[in-house]
Structure formats: C-alpha cells, structure tokens
C-alpha cells in the first residue's frame, strides 16, 4: 500500500514539473518553452514572460540547428489555409527573420512574406514594433523546436492574400 | 506686369499637374459585375491586366505568383494578386484601399463604417455572410456574391485606413 502511495505521489510530482513550462504563462519564474501541440493558436505578440535567448525550449531538437550559418532564407509559401496565402520556415531561419527585422523593421518582411511593405504596413497598423515582432518570431521558433524536429513556424494572410495577419504559430509537417 | 503675371500662370500650371501626377485616379468597382474600371479583374493575365489598369507602378513577379501596386508605394490604391493556373499566371484577388473608391451600386463604400457596408453588401447585392464581420486581432468581414466563387472581404488593420479585396474562394 505505501508502495503505490509513493508511486502516485511520484507520479503527480513529475507530471508537475513536467508541466511547469507550459503553466509558465501563469508563472512568476517560468523556466523554459515547454512542449505544447495543443494550444497552437496564433500569437501576434510573445507572452510577457519570454524573454529571447534566455527562456529556451524545455527540450530542443539537436537537429534543430544548421550545419553551417546561411544568411536569412525565404520563407516557404504554401496553400493549406486557402484561400489565404502562409508561410512556413524551419526554427533557425525564423531567428534569421526575426534578427532581421530587429535591424530592420521596413525590410525584413520581404524573406517572410516576400513582400516588404505589406508585412511593415500590417504589423506596425496593429501597433507592433520590430522588436516585437522579432521577439513574437523566436518564440514561436522556440515553441518548434521543443515540439520536434518535423515542426515548422509559420505566418498568413487573410482571405484573398490581403492583408498580412502578423500572427504566427506553429505547425507540423506530416 | 505681363512678365510677372506669366510666371504665376506657369507657377500654377505646374502646381496643377504636378498634383494630377501625384493623386491617382479614382477606381471604380461593380460588385455585381466584379469588374473594376468597366474590366473583368479577376481570372485574368498579367497582360490582361495591365490592358485593363494599366502598367503597375510596382511589380513583383515570379513563377508561380505575382503581385501588382497601383497607386503610390507607400500606400497602394490597389494590388492584384496573381497565382499560377494551369500553366498561366491569372489574378485571383484584387485589394482596394483608397477611400475615394466609388461603387456601382453603393457608392463610395469604404467611407462606410464596416459593420453598414456589410449590412448594405447584403441588402442590396445579395450577398451571403460567410464570416461577420467583427474585430479581435484584426478587423474583418467576409461575404460570398451569389452564384458565383467570388467572396468579398472587408476590414482594417489597426490604425490603417479600411479596405476592400475582392477574391476568389476556391
């Protein structure tokens, strides 16, 4: 009996820290990203909490990262939520972007959305500077890669390819 | 005297036109008829689409899609968005944002407020509510023009001025 007691009770204390990262919007001190597929809904700010280059995944893919350093890559278009326009990147190329648009706000767009002004036009119509922008990208770079090696970050626009959301999430290839 | 009033008749003269050059002109959409200029807009060719709007002041075009701006850079009066169909690039969305946008049937509508423009694309073109219109992280509305795959969506980013962007949907 007091066996299974202590099984439960070690049970319930994993399964607690376990979750830490994901409560850690709630949380004074959150440690990491942790990994969620569930709670997918797009973002067009990071939570409070995150703080990039610090708040790290909970547990990052080692394939996440890239053999050698490129410079910033286009981002992916694709048609799975048509009749709106996405794009999609891997982790790394996301922290390019995101970098990117810290430099320069007007510019950076053009790799995401391969349309500059539209990307500056929308996000900063919302009110969202450069900064948050980039730091709202690396979170969700963040979240992919404690999600796994097959998630990607990924951006839209609305109905008719007008305007650009400015929102992000992730996804996972199938 | 001759002189000097010359120099204020050139002075204005090159005031006029230079104002002519900077304001675009104002579009003009049939809803019912999905033409803007008095032309089909969607479904059509680049060249098609230059004969009808003339040449882009902006235009980015690639493989499998395109992009015109008409209008000034910093604010476009209109984009048209092409995809590749068939082997052809054809416009499947046309997005509209100048305020002074006049309407066949109801006149200047981007100086509605949104919530009236979708009351009116319904009660007077017919339309179908697909999405209401309504304001979370954007402001945005959509709705079907009957017997026909072509939606109509309408909102505003934040601060931005309204727009309009005239789509097809599948």
Partial sequence: ?174 | MSVRRAVVVLALTLVTSSAHAATPPVLRLDLKAQTLGGKTILGRTTRAVVAALGRPTQRRQGSKRARFSYGRAASPSAIVLFRREGGTLRSWSVALSDRRLREATLGTLLQLPLRRLQQRLVAELGMRVVRPYRCATTCRGDAAIPGSRVRVGFGRVGTRPPYLVLYEAD
């Fill in chain 1, 1 to 174: 009996m007091k066996i299974v007691r202590l099984v439960i009770a070690s049970v319930a204390a994993f399964g607690a820290l376990a979750s830490a990262g994901a409560v850690a919007a709630t949380s004074p001190a959150p440690l990491c990203v942790a990994k969620d597929t569930q709670n997918l809904t797009p973002t067009t700010k990071a939570p409070a909490w995150y703080m990039p280059g610090v708040t790290g995944p909970c547990q990052a893919d080692s394939g996440s990262k890239p053999i050698v350093e490129p410079m910033t890559a286009y981002w992916v278009y694709f048609s799975a939520f048509y009749p709106s326009d996405a794009f999609r990147t891997v982790p790394y190329n996301a922290d390019y972007s995101a970098r990117d648009c810290e430099v320069n706000f007007r510019t950076c767009g053009q790799y995401i959305i391969s349309y500059a002004w539209a990307f500056w036009y929308s996000c900063s119509g919302r009110g969202l500077s450069g900064y948050d922008v980039a730091r709202n990208i690396r979170y969700w770079a963040d979240r992919a890669r404690a999600n796994g090696s097959n998630w990607r970050v990924y951006t839209w626009t609305e109905g008719g390819g007008y305007p650009y959301g400015c929102a992000f999430s992730v996804y996972a290839l199938s």
